[in-house]
């Protein structure tokens, strides 16, 4: 069974850092892409950035670029997002999941239908 665990979110205020971490199970990690998308209140889900399965080609949102980077460590199956100088926009709830897990058009993303999905790690940015 496929598992993805996001973990590592919290409250913290403008300016400050996070770093999250997805836990997967039940599939070789080493073999997909994989990437961090996030929904924030009262919105859709929107991809965040992006990593190839080796961890060697990383890719970023215009939005984050420059605050945020991905990592992956395919020998403990766990995949990171290290988020620095948040910004109050910033606030959703962040999943991790299979690259293949969803499709976007323009900044809109969806869902592909049955993928797998953890329950996310919500990210607050607040004063």
């Known amino acids: 069974e496929v598992q993805l665990v996001e973990s590592g979110g919290g409250l913290v205020q403008p300016g400050g850092s996070l770093r999250l971490s997805c836990e997967a199970s039940?599939?070789?990690?080493?073999?997909?892409?994989m990437s961090w998308v996030r929904q924030a209140p009262g919105k859709g889900l929107g991809w965040v950035s992006s990593s190839s399965n080796a961890g060697d080609s990383t890719y970023y949102a215009d939005s984050v670029k420059g605050r945020f980077t991905i990592s992956r460590d395919n020998a403990k199956n766990t995949m990171y997002r290290q988020l620095n100088s948040l910004k109050p926009e910033d606030t959703a709830m962040y999943f991790c999941a299979k690259s293949e897990a969803f499709y976007c058009i323009g900044a809109y993303c969806t869902k592909s239908p049955g993928s797998h999905w953890g329950r996310g790690t919500q990210v607050t940015v607040s004063s």
């Open positions: 039940g599939f070789i990690f080493s073999n997909y892409a």
